[in-house]
């Protein structure tokens, strides 16, 4: 069996990827999260066989030593790394600690890696936000135009990444996918939290009243594409992950709302826009496309299963925190 070590394996994406990892059968898969594992509310792969995954929790901003005596042991053929500071607005507040997770952090364990023979390939998971606002056709190539420290701290962390692949032959692949939904995502999310503040009776903020233009695909079409690209993706390459086209986050809250049976006008109001918010983010995913990814899961269907998982188990929702929890 190929050994996957996934760094970041308590975040959404990466407890997905590693729930289809363990689906393929074909991995033996090593989670590291600085934060103990979640339930299988979130998690969904707890609920699954688990004989060929196990979890450490490290943190890489303190614990780089530790995480190198398990590189060690382990040898892993690949390393996808989705660990990072990753919200956009609280970035303002304290800039300095995005910096250090998402390039600082980065760059020491790229260096700790760039020397490991057993490794194949690292799958570094970046973003869109990189480039500015985006609209029209915004391929791989596109400059870098960060406006938030979020921005530019993966921005920078790219850049790091792009010298160890240059001056290393450091085996790197960088995936910019756009915004991702489901179920089990943090509660705090748009998707999420309309469906939450609909069924507690709250109203649902919309920034700027909800016009920035968003490209929402679902985790799994993510997921999938992230395997394709860590099994037959190119090294040195960057690849999107993209649904067919943008759509603004009030005419998605419209849709969350119809499905609800609520009226969008009695449920939302308008507040002031977030800071460096951009005005869209589409971008081209021709390059996947052309080894055969597409996405598949529609965003009324992806929102339909999201309201089930939220129904179902909304007793246990309900204890959990509705807003973002900073930790450094």
């Known amino acids: 069996m190929k050994k996957i070590l996934v760094i970041g394996s308590n975040s959404f994406s990466g407890s997905d990827f590693i729930d289809l990892l363990l689906d393929t059968e074909k991995y033996e898969v090593l989670g ?34 530790l995480l190198k005596e398990i590189l060690k042991q382990f040898q892993p053929h690949y390393v996808i790394n989705f660990a990072a500071q990753s919200e956009v607005a609280p970035s303002w507040q304290h800039p300095e600690h995005w910096f250090q997770t998402n390039a600082v952090a980065i ?49 920078a962390s790219d850049l790091s990444l792009f010298t160890f692949f240059k001056n290393f032959q450091f085996p790197l692949i960088l995936i910019r996918s756009t915004n991702v939904y489901g179920a089990r995502q943090q509660l705090f999310k748009i998707i999420p939290r309309s469906i939450i503040n609909i069924k507690n009776k709250n109203k649902i903020d919309l920034h700027g009243g909800g016009e920035s233009i968003k490209s929402y695909i679902h985790i799994r079409d993510i997921s999938l594409g992230e395997l394709l690209i860590m099994e037959q993706g190119s090294i040195g390459q960057i690849y999107h992950l993209s649904p067919d086209q943008g759509v603004s986050v009030k005419k998605v809250v419209e849709l969350i709302c119809h499905q609800m049976g609520v009226s969008f006008v009695d449920v939302t109001r308008q507040v002031e826009e977030r800071l460096g918010q951009d005005a869209a983010y589409i971008i081209d995913s021709t390059k996947i496309r052309q080894l055969g ?8 269907n992806g929102i339909e299963k999201t309201i089930e998982w939220i129904e179902e188990n909304y007793q246990e929702i309900i204890k959990e925190p509705l807003y973002y929890v900073h930790k450094e």
């Open 107 to 155: 760059t020491q364990l790229a260096n700790e890696l760039k020397n490991m023979r057993c490794l194949e390939k690292y799958v570094h998971i970046s973003s869109p936000e990189v480039y500015g606002s985006c609209n029209g056709i915004i391929t791989e190539n596109a400059p870098l135009n960060p406006s938030t420290p979020y921005a530019a701290s993966k921005a």
């Open 32 to 65: 590291i999260s600085r934060s103990a594992e979640k339930s299988s509310l979130f998690l969904p792969y707890k609920k699954k066989d688990r004989e060929n995954f196990k979890f450490h929790q490290i943190n890489l901003n303190t614990e780089m030593s």
């Open 293 to 300: 990814w597409q996405p598949s899961i529609s965003l009324f």
